[in-house]
């Protein structure tokens, strides 16, 4: 975890304060949320603080209501039963450090560790279960508003799920617009969130959907039709974000292009099920069902990470492929309008 330093003390007793983000690793499997003010032990190495001791000193209120709130929950969907719950409390909740569950290991090795992470697609489905539920007009707009809320509250300010959350709170913007002003919002109300590597994976990936996906989805519909709408989107970001997974890994998947819709619809799947066990309870069909979408993606993830991953040729050859629908309807076209002027002159 990464925690905001107060003051620090050496083993000889001198102290003093201390600023700045530090990033933190230990072996405790309670989650400590943020707000909460600890006290650790332990020792500085490559950067990083390994804690040995951990105490809590404080919670707040709020932190004490979310707790409760989620603990109340976890219940009800009787959490860390299966893994089929497993997924679907991590889908919800976010709470994948208790999770025993290989899911989260196997989707990073296919490319697809983002369909995990809490973010838009999430706050999506609430709001398309409320308009669905109470409509389109203000009781809906309304009751999504609330949920979202409520959402971001229990699953904690997360750099992902705020950046979806402010955009959804903005959608009355135009999208190019809306994009710059969450980025402004996040920075200025929560500069903590922006630290975060996920922050901007995030932001790489919205910008590629918004700014790119739609000129390719275009240019492949020429040549596929509507199956270019499941894959521009992955291709997009892959465009963008390959570099940076180079950079920090040395490699990126570029099964992740066909894994990601796929896997995107049955985590969808997951968390609309956990929904329904949480207001109806463990009904055998919901349990049925929920355990087979589990075993699903994770056949998804199995056979989409058995494939090679790649380098930086793999990635050249990536972008020759997106450019390629472009040269060629860009020959079609040209070819097209000289015939047609030759016509014209003729006529």
Known sequence: MKIMLCGCSTLAGDSCGASGIVTVVGN???????????????????????????????????????????????????????DASVLSTMLLFGRSDYAQSSIREMAQGCGCSHILALSGMHLG?????????????????????????????????RPSLLRAALAFYLSSFQMEGRIFAVFLLQMILFPFSMVELGCCYGYVAVFAIVCISPYIRATLFQ????????FSASVSVLVLSAPIQMFLTGKWYPAAIIASPIAGFLAACSM???????????IGILVWLNANVYSALEKVFTFFGSLPSSGWWGYLVLLSLVALPFVALGIVRRFMFKRYKGSMSRA
């Open 28 to 82: 405790r499997r309670e989650i400590i949320s943020f707000g909460t003010v600890v006290h650790l032990e332990g020792r500085f190495s490559d950067g990083l603080f390994i804690y040995d001791k951990i105490n809590v000193l404080g919670r707040g209120w709020i932190n004490e209501i979310r707790e409760y709130l989620i603990s109340r929950l976890q219940y009800r969907l009787s959490f860390d039963s299966d």
């Open 125 to 157: 489905i609430i709001a398309t279960l409320c308009t669905r539920v109470f409509g389109k007009k203000a009781l809906g707009k309304a009751v999504s508003f609330l949920l979202v809320f409520l959402f971001v509250f229990i699953a904690g300010p």
């Open 272 to 282: 609309v099920l956990g929904m329904l066990l949480l207001a109806f309870g463990r």
């Open 223 to 230: 040549f596929s039709g509507k199956l270019s709408g499941l």
